[in-house]
């Protein structure tokens, strides 16, 4: 079984919680045994893949600039990629492109994935009974790829994700154990680095560069 036998389940949720003409979009980077699987919260429609005559990859963070500022000050992305992301509007994202920077984010061993899948118009907040539904099939997709270590990103994607109300600030660099199946994963919930919680951004390098020295070295 592989990753692309979920797809069909995202399009659906696509059609009863996401913009209607917009695509969901699913995931990229290393499947097979990452070191790291990060888990974001849901794509907007700044993002290319999610338009309909997108035929390529349907990645997270595909057109935007300030995510791939984590990942380089985590050296896991190549400095000439991440020059290259830098200076490219979102508009000026090719499928070609796309392509690449998720061929370096394998390289660099990780996977990039959303807890809902259901592409909005805009930035707006889910609700939890939305993200919720999509709770099992993000599990399928960690025992498929099977990670090292799982990263949630802010309070409520760790809430839904470890079944338990989490505040980021109160368990900084704490490890949680989730069992999927007959495999249990070492999840760490971090601050929420874009957007809203730009001004995060520092606290989520500093306790991810942690999470990697313990778990993935």
Sequence with gaps: MNLNVLEKEYDKLQQKYGAKGLNSIYNGGCSENPDICFVFMNPTGRNPASQKDWKGLRAPWIGTKNIW????????????????IRSRKGSEWTEEFAEEVYQNVKKHRYFITNLGKCTQEDARELPDSVLSKYLSLLEKEISMIKPKVVILFGNQVSSIVLNQKISVSKVRKQCFSKEIGEEKYNCYSVYYPVGNGRFNIGKAIEDIKWIIEQECK
């Design 69 to 84: 500022d984590l990942f380089e000050a985590l050296e896991l992305i190549d400095k000439e990629i991440y020059e290259q």
